[in-house]
């Protein structure tokens, strides 16, 4: 992976030290490393993120919230709530910690694109071998021709089903099948995959998430009934915008 690559991929990534990294995480972690300004962009990364954690961590916390965890300390057998014990004290501590955490979760990764998928894109483009199929349909009508095939899950959302497809094809990308179209009057690709297969959790279901992937292509990924499915656009985020928000 080349270093531009893993500042696209890190420029999402929010560390997490409950959980390992994902594999293309991990690609471009690796590939910092051999560029000490790459490396000092990433570590003043992790210091916003700190930082703005620290602020959520001073999130105040309903009234109802504190009243039912008294509640819940007071119906302990032979032991009274007191603000000055240092177990009830601690106990306060986790609780306000994990509303902190639930809150960052909410309001930060959401805004994320989520590394993987920028992985997956980039894989797309730069191979030039990919096994394609002649299918001359509409995109909306090719979820059979899929299963034929092998892979199940292949649904296009309404606004995109009518657009011509000239080819398709299933890959393996980090040894998951991944299908692919591609839409010639749109410049795009359009992509389907299992997202359990790569880790990936886009929320509220079924909205877009997009990014600028580079000076060329714009990418949009959206999540429903366990599957992903991703634009590739040639062109600017707001073309690509113009694409996946008109009314279906």
């Known amino acids: 992976m080349n270093p531009r690559s893993a500042r696209r991929i890190l420029s999402s990534y929010l560390q997490d030290s409950h959980s390992d990294p994902s594999?293309?995480?991990?690609?471009?972690?690796?590939?910092?490393?051999?560029?000490?300004?790459?490396?000092?962009?990433?570590?003043?990364?992790?210091?916003?993120?700190?930082?703005?954690?620290?602020?959520?961590?001073?999130?105040?916390?309903?009234?109802?919230?504190?009243?039912?965890?008294?509640?819940?300390?007071?119906?302990?057998?032979?032991?009274?709530?007191?603000?000055?014990?240092?177990?009830?004290?601690?106990?306060?501590?986790?609780f306000l910690l994990l509303i902190a955490v639930l809150t960052w979760?909410?309001?930060?990764?959401?805004?994320?694109?989520?590394?993987?998928a920028i992985g997956i894109a980039e894989e797309i483009l730069k191979s030039d071998d990919q096994p394609y199929e002649i299918v001359g349909q509409p995109a909306g009508s090719l979820e059979d021709w899929f299963v034929l095939k092998g892979f199940d899950g292949f649904k296009v959302p309404a606004r995109l089903a009518k657009y011509q497809v000239s080819e398709?094809?299933?890959?393996?990308?980090?040894?998951?099948?991944?299908?692919?179209?591609?839409?010639?009057?749109?410049?795009?690709?359009?992509?389907a995959f299992s997202s359990k297969s790569f880790g990936i959790d886009i929320t509220p279901y079924g909205t877009w998430r997009m990014t600028q992937l580079d000076m060329e292509y714009s990418i949009g990924i959206r999540e429903e009934k366990g599957m992903?499915?991703?634009?590739?656009?040639?062109?600017?985020?707001?073309?690509?915008?113009?694409?996946?928000?008109?009314e279906e």
């Open 23 to 94: 594999p293309a995480v991990q690609k471009a972690l690796k590939a910092i490393g051999d560029s000490p300004e790459l490396n000092e962009d990433f570590e003043k990364q992790i210091a916003i993120d700190k930082h703005v954690q620290a602020i959520f961590e001073k999130v105040a916390v309903p009234d109802d919230a504190m009243e039912k965890l008294a509640s819940k300390i007071d119906s302990v057998p032979a032991r009274r709530f007191n603000p000055r014990d240092p177990a009830m004290i601690s106990v306060l501590i986790g």
């Open 105 to 116: 979760n909410f309001l930060g990764r959401p805004a994320a694109f989520p590394a993987d």
């Open 168 to 191: 398709a094809a299933i890959v393996k990308i980090d040894n998951q099948p991944v299908a692919i179209v591609t839409v010639p009057d749109q410049n795009a690709q359009f992509v």
């Open 228 to 246: 992903c499915f991703m634009v590739i656009r040639r062109g600017n985020l707001d073309d690509l915008a113009f694409l996946l928000t008109q």
